[in-house]
T-cell receptor, first 112, second 114 residues
Framework: GDSVTQMEGPVTLSEEAFLTINCTYT??????LFWYVQYPGEGLQLLLK?????DKGSNKGFEATYRKETTSFHLEKGSVQVSDSAVYFCAPGRGGSEKLVFGKGMKLTVNP | NAGVTQTPKFQVLKTGQSMTLQCAQDMNHEYMSWYRQDPGMGLRLIHYSVGAGITDQGEVPNGYNVSRSTTEDFPLRLLSAAPSQTSVYFC?????????????FGSGTRLTVV
């Protein structure tokens, strides 16, 4: 079945630092790809997505590009803020009855 | 719109007790699923449903039952609670069984089995 490997952390950064969270996947075909964010005490929220190769998803200053050749969907942000402290999950999604598979999540702490 | 509503938010059970975790969505989503989140394990799929009357097992279904009698509701039943079921449970729904739309999650139920 489909699977995903992502950086697990935890990672601590200073405010305004550059962030990269690596995510690679294995899947049959070409799934849509998602990043979700979980703030403390809350459920997961969809952060961004890309539905086909070379698509770039973006939201709240975060970006990720669907790279079919490297089966990757790395998350980046040029300047993190304290409010970005959260757990980030990478997930390839498939249609039909197939299941959404999550990475283990990466906890990010941003210090002022 | 309320989105995905989970109740209760917190629950403590004794070993062997049974209970039902409720999940309701008001977005007319066909697809609903239950995950559990444990430290170091990420989210693991328990059961899912692609529509009313249709359910299927996920990665860790043992000890849990589900049913989907309506589009809106997808309750998760613990038949005989065990300490290994101590976890945070999330319900999620999607507009279509096609995963391209992404998922909407509830805020979770934190369950402790003593």
């Amino acid at each position: 079945g489909d699977s995903v490997t992502q950086m697990e952390g935890p990672v601590t950064l200073s405010e305004e630092a550059f962030l990269t969270i690596n995510c690679t996947y294995t899947a049959t075909g070409y799934p849509s790809l998602f990043w979700y964010v979980q703030y403390p005490g809350e459920g997961l929220q969809l952060l961004l997505k890309a539905t086909k190769a070379d698509d770039k998803g973006s939201n709240k200053g975060f970006e990720a590009t669907y790279r079919k050749e490297t089966t990757s969907f790395h998350l980046e942000k040029g300047s993190v803020q304290v409010s970005d402290s959260a757990v980030y999950f990478c997930a390839p999604g498939r249609g039909g009855s197939e299941k959404l598979v999550f990475g283990k999540g990466m906890k990010l702490t941003v210090n002022p | 719109n309320a989105g995905v509503t989970q109740t209760p938010k917190f629950q403590v059970l004794k070993t062997g007790q049974s209970m039902t975790l409720q999940c309701a969505q008001d977005m007319n989503h066909e697809y609903m699923s239950w995950y559990r989140q444990d430290p170091g394990m990420g989210l693991r799929l328990i059961h899912y449903s692609v529509g009313a009357g249709i359910t299927d097992q996920g990665e860790v279904p043992n000890g849990y039952n589900v049913s989907r009698s309506t589009t809106e509701d997808f309750p998760l039943r613990l038949l005989s609670a065990a300490p290994s079921q101590t976890s945070v449970y999330f319900c999620a729904s999607s507009r279509h069984s096609e995963g391209n739309y992404g998922y909407t999650f509830g805020s979770g139920t934190r369950l402790t089995v003593v």
